[in-house]
């Protein structure tokens, strides 16, 4: 049982993370028109630095602990990178809130994902929690060929699927020992290599305030992942990761006021869908559930 103490600054921790992740929504937007590539590199070229100091400061190698991890890192840095360049594409091209409460369907599919490639158990309330979130996803997609950000947020929507996918082989690289600085560094490396040919052929040059705006989404992205590491230090994920759908409040009003951003009443029904299911998920894992396994 986690400590009253504890379980508070888990919750703080969660929370600053989410209010950092939104800021860095806001700075890839503001940055203006720029190739998603683009932004993507140089957001993952400051969370490389970042991790790069981290492994260095608590000696760790830069090397992978087991061989047989390696089909499983590249797919998280291949995963994550799809992820974050859908993210991103979605975030310059929709209601903010949208963008970020599509990118929220990646703990949904991280249940499925684990049930698909970890064989972990998948009860009937988790699915129709499941089903549930995706069918308040398309609340926010809109599915018709009239609404000019179907598009955009069918790839929001994969951009959580994508992380998702990504989420799944971190929690199966941390169970056979790899570490997480080592997780975030490959990833961040491989993303800025993978996007640096294509950076290339298609730079476009970048004024102060742009440059700015995407090193303040590399520091913003940083902040975030530091932020919710110590908040799962402090606290376990099943206790605390239904507060870091705060992160929404903070894009809707942060859109609102810089971007002039209002979702309408079919995405704020789709919003109230996916946090419901969240919720319920979250009384599952700490209510319902372990209420079961003390009868059992």
Same mark, same amino acid.
């Given at each position: 049982m986690?400590?009253?103490k504890n379980k508070y600054m888990g919750i703080i921790c969660i929370i600053l993370s989410a209010f950092c992740f939104a800021l860095m929504s806001v700075f890839v937007r503001l940055s203006g028109k720029l190739p998603t590539i683009q932004k993507?590199?140089?957001?993952?070229?400051?969370?490389l630095f970042f991790a790069l100091f981290i492994l260095k400061k608590d000696h760790i190698p830069f090397r992978i602990t087991h061989k047989s991890n390696r089909p499983i890192l590249f797919v998280r840095a291949l995963a994550g990178t799809a992820g974050m360049l859908f993210n991103f594409y979605a975030i310059d091209r929709m209601v903010l809130s949208d963008a970020s409460m599509l990118n929220k369907m990646s703990p949904f599919f991280v249940i499925l994902f684990s049930f698909l490639f970890l064989k972990e158990r998948l009860t009937a309330f988790q699915a129709i929690t499941v089903i549930c979130a995706f069918i308040g996803s398309l609340f926010i997609i809109k599915p018709s060929f009239s609404n000019v950000e179907f598009f955009p947020a069918l790839?929001?929507?994969?951009?959580? =699927?994508?992380?998702?996918?990504?989420?799944?082989?971190?929690?199966?690289?941390g169970s056979r020992g790899e570490k997480g600085a080592y997780i975030v560094?490959?990833?961040?490396?491989?993303?800025?290599?993978?996007?640096?040919?294509? =950076?290339?052929?298609?730079?476009?040059? =970048?004024?102060?305030?742009?440059?700015?705006?995407?090193?303040?989404?590399?520091?913003?992205?940083?902040?975030?992942?530091?932020?919710?590491?110590?908040?799962?230090?402090?606290?376990?994920?099943?206790?605390?990761?239904?507060?870091?759908?705060?992160?929404?409040?903070?894009?809707?009003?942060?859109?609102?006021?810089?971007?002039?951003?209002?979702?309408?009443?079919?995405?704020f029904f789709g919003y109230a869908v996916i946090i419901l299911m969240a919720v319920l998920v979250f009384f599952y894992n700490n209510v319902w559930h372990n209420t079961d396994a003390k009868k059992s």
């Open positions: 986690t400590k009253p993507t590199f140089f957001r993952n070229l400051i969370a790839i929001g929507f994969l951009g959580g =699927m994508g992380a998702g996918l990504a989420y799944t082989c971190v929690r199966y690289l560094a490959y990833f961040s490396a491989f993303s800025c290599l993978f996007c640096l040919p294509f =950076m290339i052929a298609d730079f476009q040059p =970048m004024s102060a305030s742009q440059l700015l705006c995407l090193l303040g989404a590399g520091a913003a992205a940083a902040g975030g992942q530091f932020a919710i590491t110590a908040a799962y230090t402090y606290a376990p994920a099943r206790e605390i990761s239904v507060y870091d759908y705060s992160q929404l409040i903070f894009t809707t009003i942060l859109g609102y006021i810089l971007f002039g951003d209002v979702p309408d009443r079919w995405s």
